[in-house]
């Protein structure tokens, strides 16, 4: 079986990073996804806004590095869940369970839009461990970085 999404847009708000009762990070995000086709009519694309939640090590890298506004390419798997509302009511939810997020959009391009978030597409962060963080797997971010190669 195969259960793989991929998805591509801007978070509609800060993300939320909580801790479980065992310490372990979480954080919760929406993202808003532009379809790749509008309507019949012609008019404009429809969005759609799709929950996502991160967890440990990917949380905490969601938190730092993005904010509401940042573009995010994420993959994950899809996650239903069923639960029970205040008035005993039965709710489903579908969420995407993250397992890589990185950056949709270069530093330059945040910074010409008059946002302070950071964001570079040299960066991104796995839950596999594999990561080529300005924190993490010893890398560090050169200062006075233009982003362009320098061949």
């Known amino acids: 079986m195969l259960n793989r999404i991929d998805i591509m847009g801007r978070l509609t708000r800060d993300p939320e990073l909580r801790h479980t009762q065992s ?3 979480v954080a919760s995000f929406t993202l808003a ?3 790749d086709f509008g309507n019949r009519d012609g008019g404009e694309r429809q969005t759609d806004f799709i929950d996502c939640v991160a967890w440990r090590q990917t949380a905490e890298f969601v938190s730092k590095y993005f904010t ?3 573009m995010a390419v994420v993959s994950g798997r899809l996650q239903i869940r069923d639960w029970t509302d205040r008035d005993g009511g039965k709710r489903r939810s579908a969420e995407v369970v993250v397992d890589n997020i990185y950056f949709g959009e270069s530093r330059r391009s945040r910074d010409d839009s008059g946002s ?3 964001t570079s597409n040299s960066y991104s962060y796995s ?3 594999k990561s ?3 924190s993490y797997g ?3 971010e050169l200062d006075g970085d233009d982003g362009d190669l320098p061949f």
């Open 68 to 70: 509401k506004g940042s």
């Open 116 to 118: 302070t978030a950071y």
């Open 138 to 140: 010893g890398f560090q």
């Open 132 to 134: 080529s963080s300005s």
């Open 33 to 35: 996804v532009d379809r």
């Open 127 to 129: 839950d596999s461990g």
């Open 23 to 25: 310490q372990t990070p």
